[in-house]
């Protein structure tokens, strides 16, 4: 069973940064997406940005390209996700999500085990 476990979150000013760590374990196959979505109040979840598991290749929501950046750790154990210059907007809770599927736009919505999510809030 594939456990996920986010740390990182907070409050920050528009324009800080933040890093978000997942702990996982549980993976059985070696072909899923792994990454992080977001949900704010009333809006929808949006894939904010996945890894594939095999390839390491990484995909970003077009509204955190450039900002945010995925990384994982040489035992793929651990993603991270590095948010920079964040924005009011970016507020929400984030949640690490693993999909058996490829790593691409779309990735979020077929996701199968998330953690219990962390508050990101951006204000000043």
């Known amino acids: 069973q594939v456990h996920l476990v986010e740390s990182g979150g907070g409050l920050v000013q528009p324009g800080g940064s933040l890093r978000l760590s997942c702990a996982a374990s549980?993976?059985?196959?070696?072909?899923?997406?792994i990454g992080w979505f977001r949900q704010a109040p009333g809006k929808e979840r949006e894939g904010v940005s996945c890894i594939s598991s095999r390839s390491g290749l990484p995909s970003y929501a077009d509204s955190v390209k450039g900002r945010f950046f995925i990384s994982r750790s040489n035992t793929r154990s651990t993603v991270y996700l590095h948010m920079n210059n964040l924005k009011p907007e970016d507020t929400a809770v984030y949640y690490c999500?693993?999909?058996?599927?490829?790593?691409?736009?779309?990735?979020?919505?077929?996701?199968?085990?998330w953690g219990q999510g962390t508050q990101v809030t951006v204000s000043s």
């Open positions: 549980g993976f059985t196959s070696d072909d899923y997406a």
């Open positions: 999500a693993s999909a058996p599927v490829l790593c691409s736009p779309g990735w979020a919505y077929f996701s199968d085990a």
